[in-house]
């Protein structure tokens, strides 16, 4: 497709990003650890540490993982961690070492975290102790050998300390019991760590990074190769961008997403390492009360979140009273921003949303707005720097303007491949080298890409995927159920919530069996809302192939509820 998006680009903002250099995680983060000694890096829990405390942190537990446990360049290391001050430790010490990151999300059933361990032959997991008896469970069949355990209280001051953690275990009973063998507490690790010699390891551009967990565009969880030069040139990507309205130094940026998930990897970790800036981490965006005190303590400049963040927070008793003089943006992606809540954050906060759109197999940034746009637009923006797009046919014939069609790209943050996965890796790939993103797009005559529809029945919630083959391959499991079809419905609070569709093989089979089946074996947002949103039907709407026909029972629950209000 021709570039007609380069005329509108920000004013400096070059049409390439240079990919001449080496680019890895670990020059970027050691050169922020020498640019930025003395500033703020990472606060939590009313905890700051500088750079160079995390520096230090980082290279002491780096040199443990070589020294003590004997890693490898290569080897995968899993990272069961919310947003604590532990996780920037253990991810600036992976970069150093050449070890491989395999981003867990700790709310993880104990099946759903066994699967990424076996699959990406983990070694190593890092876990906070909260989480710890899952982990224990999910460890048989694994190759996990050694489980470094985190607490709350870590890197507080000593008093804090034991304070937090004395009141976490025992007052709030938020560690429920484990017994995990060969475990290292993280203070001790850093410790043995500090007295090793280890020498420095040499890590490539090319060398892998992450193994990112993602359904890709199609199917079961699988992990995107996400390599050193993927994740900076996305950084130096996403820098020219924004980078005109962004001080080296001197930014403030709120976490309130999850590390684990691409998005906030890239827009809070990553980016704000390489620009020297402030990353104040949210453990439990959930509790919203909480989290406006915490914005009510920073003059914070960029935050980052999804539909549903915003919209609770909106919603928020405080909210209104906080200072958002010092705000520069809020930068929005993960789902579908929508409308009304954008406009209501532009009344609240008198900025708007800045909309963008990624996936994980482009680590992820791949659009974006400019920074000056006034009101909502609907639009993610424009590709950004060395980053071509295509809109194609299913034939992959090349779109016109304002044709709907497959979002293909190219670019330098566009994933190897799938680990261990040659025929997903090539299905995704076309023949001529393009990502096909299974999303349909169209651009406008100015070169603004608006996302249409998904392409898969990939559901979203709250920005998380669901996958609906995930759901229905366990539910066969269950008892009593003939057939089963997970689809995605529109939902106020989560963007999108699941419901199930169940034949029952007899009458002994209960709704109430069925959601307690999902309790135990899904996390919370895999789960439907309700017993309403499991629903039992006689036969399920399929094709003259015999494939379930997802779309008709989307339309049929909507239809439904719309009969029911009348």
């Given at each position: 497709m021709e570039k007609i998006w380069l005329p509108h680009y920000p004013p400096n903002v070059p049409a390439t990003i240079d990919l001449a250099s080496p680019m890895t995680l670990k020059s970027l983060a050691e050169e922020a650890f020498g640019r930025y000694p003395s500033l703020p890096a990472f606060s939590n829990l009313g905890q700051t540490?500088?750079?160079?405390?995390?520096?230090?942190?980082?290279?002491?537990?780096?040199?443990?993982?070589?020294?003590?446990?004997?890693?490898?360049?290569?080897?995968?290391?899993?990272?069961?961690?919310?947003?604590?001050?532990a996780?920037?430790?253990?991810?600036?010490?992976?970069?150093?070492?050449?070890?491989?990151?395999?981003?867990?999300?700790?709310?993880?059933?104990?099946?759903?975290?066994?699967?990424?361990?076996?699959?990406?032959?983990?070694?190593?997991?890092?876990?906070?102790?909260?989480?710890?008896r899952t982990l224990e469970e999910a460890l048989p069949g694994?190759?996990?050998?050694?489980?470094?355990?985190?607490?709350?209280?870590?890197?507080?001051?000593?008093h804090r300390r034991v304070l937090t953690n004395l009141i976490v275990k025992y007052v709030k009973h938020l560690v429920p019991r484990y017994h995990l063998r060969n475990t290292f507490a993280l203070g001790r690790s850093l410790r043995e760590g500090s007295r090793s010699s280890t020498g420095d390891e040499t890590v490539d551009e090319t060398d892998p990074a992450f193994l990112q967990y993602t359904g890709g565009t199609t199917g079961l969880p699988k992990a995107a190769v996400l390599t050193h030069r993927n994740l900076v040139a996305n950084v130096l990507q996403c820098s020219a961008m924004l980078g005109a309205d962004l001080q080296r130094g001197t930014e403030v940026a709120i976490a309130a997403l999850p590390l684990y998930h691409i998005f906030s990897l890239t827009a809070n970790f990553l980016l704000f390492t390489y620009l020297g800036g402030h990353n104040v981490l949210i453990t439990n965006p959930r509790d919203l009360r909480g989290f406006v005190k915490t914005l009510g303590r920073y003059r914070f400049t960029v935050l980052t979140g999804v539909n549903t963040l915003f919209n609770g927070l909106l919603r928020t008793p405080g909210f209104e009273s906080v200072d958002f003089s010092k705000l520069r943006f809020t930068l929005g992606g993960g789902a579908a921003i929508q409308r009304a809540v954008a406009q209501r954050w532009k009344r609240q906060t008198g900025h708007p949303i800045i909309e963008g759109y990624g996936l994980t197999e482009a680590s992820p940034v791949v659009c974006v707005n400019r920074l000056d746009i006034e009101e909502y637009t609907g639009a993610v923006g424009y590709p950004v720097p060395s980053t071509e797009i295509s809109i194609?046919?299913?034939?992959?014939?090349?779109?016109?303007?304002?044709?709907?069609?497959?979002?293909?790209?190219?670019?330098?943050?566009?994933?190897?491949?799938?680990?261990?996965?040659?025929?997903?890796?090539?299905?995704?790939?076309?023949?001529?080298?393009?990502?096909?993103?299974?999303?349909?797009?169209?651009?406008?005559?100015?070169?603004?890409?608006?996302?249409?529809?998904?392409?898969?029945?990939?559901?979203?919630?709250?920005?998380?995927?669901?996958?609906?083959n995930e759901l229905e391959d366990e539910l066969a499991h269950l008892e009593g159920i003939r057939e089963v079809a997970a689809v995605g419905v529109p939902d106020e609070q989560s963007g999108e919530t699941v419901v199930l569709y169940i034949v029952?093989?007899?009458?002994?089979?209960?709704?109430?069996?069925?959601?307690?089946?999902?309790?135990?074996?899904?996390?919370?947002?895999?789960?439907?809302?309700?017993?309403?949103?499991?629903?039992?039907?006689?036969?399920?709407?399929k094709s003259n192939i015999g494939k379930i026909l997802r779309r008709s029972l989307r339309e049929q629950f909507q239809a439904d509820v719309a009969a029911k209000r009348g």
């Open positions: 540490l500088t750079f160079e405390a995390v520096d230090e942190a980082s290279r002491n537990l780096g040199a443990f993982l070589k020294s003590r446990l004997h890693l490898k360049k290569g080897d995968r290391v899993a990272i069961v961690l919310p947003n604590v001050l996780y920037p430790i253990a991810l600036y010490a992976l970069f150093r070492t050449g070890l491989v990151a395999v981003n867990c999300n700790p709310l993880y059933t104990s099946r759903e975290l066994s699967e990424q361990l076996r699959d990406s032959g983990a070694r190593v997991a890092i876990v906070l102790e909260n989480f710890a694994t190759r996990v050998h050694t489980v470094l355990v985190s607490r709350l209280g870590d890197f507080l001051p000593v194609r046919d299913d034939a992959g014939g090349e779109m016109t303007v304002d044709q709907p069609g497959e979002l293909c790209i190219k670019g330098p943050q566009v994933m190897r491949e799938y680990w261990n996965r040659p025929t997903e890796t090539d299905a995704v790939f076309s023949s001529d080298g393009w990502l096909k993103t299974g999303d349909i797009a169209r651009v406008n005559p100015e070169g603004l890409v608006f996302i249409v529809d998904r392409k898969k029945d990939l559901i979203l919630v709250s920005g998380f995927n669901v996958y609906p029952p093989d007899g009458p002994q089979l209960t709704r109430e069996a069925v959601m307690q089946f999902c309790h135990d074996h899904f996390t919370g947002y895999k789960r439907p809302h309700d017993l309403e949103h499991i629903r039992f039907a006689k036969e399920l709407p």
